[in-house]
C-alpha cells in the first residue's frame, strides 16, 4: 500500500509540473493576445480620430463655403443659422460669439447683426467721448470746437479755398489753428 501510495504521489506531481508548465504557456499567450488587443485598440481609436478629423474638416468646409454663398443672396435666416451651427460645433465663447455678430455685450457695445461701419462708428463715438486724445504734443487737436470759424459755402466752391491755399477762415487742413 505504500508503494501504490507513492505511485499516486509522483503522478500527482507530474500532472501538477505539466499542469504549471501549461498554465505558464497559457498565461504567456494570454499576454500575447492581451498587448496585441491594446495595441490594435489605440490603432483603432487613431483611425477613428482621423477619420472624426476627416469629416470635421469636410463639414467646416461645407459651412463655410455655405455661409460664404448665402452673403447677399437674402437668405439670411440661412446664413444664421449656419453661423450658430458653427458656433456651436467649435464651442465658440461668448466673446467668440459677440465678434461674430451673435450676441451682445454686457455693456452693450455691439448688437447681433451690427456691420462692421456701424461697429467702426460706435467705436468712434467711444473714443470721442472718452477724451483721451493730446491737445499740445501732437499740434493741432483732434476737437472740433464750436468757436472754430466754419467754411461758408461759397469757399467751399472756391478752387482756391478747396486747393487749401490758406484763405478758409483761419483753418488749414480742416483743423482749427492756435
Do not use: C
Request: hydrophobic share 35%; charged share 30%.
Amino acid at each position: 500500500a505504500a508503494e501504490r501510495h507513492a505511485a499516486d504521489a509522483r503522478r500527482a506531481r507530474e500532472v501538477a509540473r505539466a499542469s504549471e508548465a501549461q498554465l505558464a504557456r497559457l498565461s504567456d499567450a494570454l499576454s500575447v493576445h492581451v498587448t496585441e488587443a491594446d495595441d490594435l485598440g489605440a490603432r483603432l481609436r487613431d483611425a477613428e480620430r482621423r477619420l472624426q478629423d476627416s469629416v470635421d474638416r469636410q463639414v467646416a468646409r461645407s459651412w463655410v463655403v455655405t455661409y460664404v454663398e448665402t452673403a447677399g443672396s437674402g437668405n439670411e435666416a440661412r446664413r444664421q443659422e449656419m453661423l450658430r451651427l458653427m458656433a456651436d460645433w467649435w464651442g465658440f465663447g461668448e466673446e467668440d460669439r459677440v465678434r461674430v455678430g451673435m450676441a451682445e455685450t454686457t455693456d452693450n457695445l455691439y448688437t447681433p447683426n451690427e456691420g462692421i461701419g456701424d461697429r467702426w462708428v460706435k467705436f468712434l463715438q467711444r473714443e470721442a467721448e472718452a477724451g483721451d486724445y493730446p491737445d499740445e504734443d501732437y499740434g493741432a487737436t483732434a476737437r472740433v470746437t464750436e468757436t472754430a470759424p466754419r467754411p461758408s459755402h461759397a469757399a467751399a466752391n472756391e478752387p482756391a479755398a478747396a486747393a487749401g491755399n490758406g484763405r478758409n477762415s483761419g483753418m488749414s487742413n480742416g483743423l482749427p489753428q492756435r
